[in-house]
């Protein structure tokens, strides 16, 4: 099923988010699709703060992956792989052992490291369209896939 949030302007980003974690399951492994300036990092940070994460997040372009945690103590790791010139590099920083870990890893720049990606991996697009409004959408695994 085909799934899509249209967010019109930042005021309505955190309803946005709210919408997107209550329509995503058990999704623990989330890979934003977008252009350059499309908002990736903005929508992460809207949806850690509907988790309740009180640190301030910020996209980990030369760390790579940043760690939060959420108001009930859950580790959410958020990935920017926009620098990676090879798969070794992600590799290197074990992103198996956090992909594996069951906790919500939320993924910028998935392009560079597709290879890596579990069959399980929701694949969001990001949208700018042109009133500069954003279309968030993706396709629910089906229960065959889980």
Known sequence: MRNEIIIQDLEGLDKAAGEFLGKIGDSRIIAFFAPMGAGKT??????????????????????????????????????????????????????????????????????????????ETLRVNIKVNDDQSRTVSWDSPSKDSL
């Open 42 to 119: 903005t929508f992460t940070t809207a949806i850690c703060r509907r988790l309740g994460v009180g640190d301030t997040v910020c996209s980990p372009t030369f760390t790579i992956v940043n760690e939060y945690l959420t108001a009930s103590g859950e580790p959410v790791y958020h990935f920017d792989f926009y620098r990676i010139d090879n798969i070794a590099e992600a590799l290197d920083i074990g992103f198996y052992d956090y992909i594996d870990s069951g906790h919500l890893c939320l993924i910028e720049w998935p392009e560079n490291i597709v290879s890596l990606l579990p069959e």
